[in-house]
């Protein structure tokens, strides 16, 4: 008798255990999915301010390419200083304001740009990035908060000869790009025959296209007016079709509550006016003297490299 009630203690005890492992396991399971369920996207600002994590704390770490104005670039004061300016750095404040971080812009090449926020050693790419489906595999992309075109550009001695696709799509017509940009696909998919020449920045492209050395490149449209007011000599021939028509912010990969604050920021500077000031204050300041490229070690612009109006 005694070792039938001790059997029933055994299973009971056995069943108990058993209950109690399923119980908590159900329970893990639920905050498991309920934290994967976590929807960022219908959350506050307060909301999200507890959410964001960033690779400083207390910081929204911004990599940029300063050679892309009004987008981003050096404007020189009266005094010879550089100043990091245009509309994406602006809009980079406002953000970092807006979810309560301290900014902190790391200039950089355009293709060190993509590789550091597909590395997510930074928080935000600002570089008038398109959200093209090829780099959604390395980030994420925030809504467009500014619209724009692609360009086809010369100079005006050679308006009439390199306009149209037929045109530059021969092997002895030089065309430049920036490497890594959606200009250099643009000039693979449209002129796949020319001289596709890659340069790292946009002020070396102009440069080249101004010597005589390219025939014709590919540029942002917004980009080709600024460069176009400091050098008249520039010609934009021809709009050139594409598929995503405006600039996103890269967001480091997975990192949703960041994505979710850097969307309402965007929201909230289109609502109430702020990026179209931003748009029109650095469209002015890039008809100025301004510099456009990375500073050397101490800090200054390269006076043969800055332009003005």
Known sequence: MKKFLALILAVGMTLSLAACGSSN???????????????????????????????????????????????EFYSIGSDGTPTLSGFDMTLAQYIADYLGLTLDVVPMDFDGVLMEVGMNNVDLGMAGLSPD??????????????????????????????????????????????????????????????????????????????????????????VAVSYQTNYPDLEIVMDVPYDVEGSAIGVSKGNEALLAG????????????????FVADATELAAGSTYEGLLDENGQAAAASSSAA
Do not use: C, H, W
């Open 262 to 277: 850097v969307n309402l920021a965007i929201a909230a500077a289109i609502e109430d006016g702020s990026m179209d000031k």
């Open 25 to 71: 396991s159900g329970a893990s399971s639920a905050s498991a999915s309920g934290s994967a369920a976590k929807d960022y996207s219908t959350m506050s600002i307060d909301e999200l301010k507890g959410e964001i994590t960033t690779v400083t704390d207390g910081k929204l770490t911004v990599a940029t390419s300063p050679d892309f104005a009004p987008y």
């Open 133 to 222: 489906p090829a780099r959604a595999e390395a980030m994420d992309f925030s809504d467009i908060y500014y619209t724009g075109g692609q360009s086809l550009v010369t100079v005006k001695a050679n308006k009439d000869v390199y306009n149209s696709f037929d045109a530059i799509n021969k092997s002895d017509v030089s065309v430049g790009a920036q490497i890594g940009s959606i200009q250099a696909d643009l000039a693979s998919k449209n002129s796949p025959d020319a001289n596709i020449i890659q340069l790292a920045k946009v002020t070396d492209i102009i440069a080249e296209l101004l010597s005589g050395k390219l025939d014709a490149a590919y540029i942002e449209t917004a």
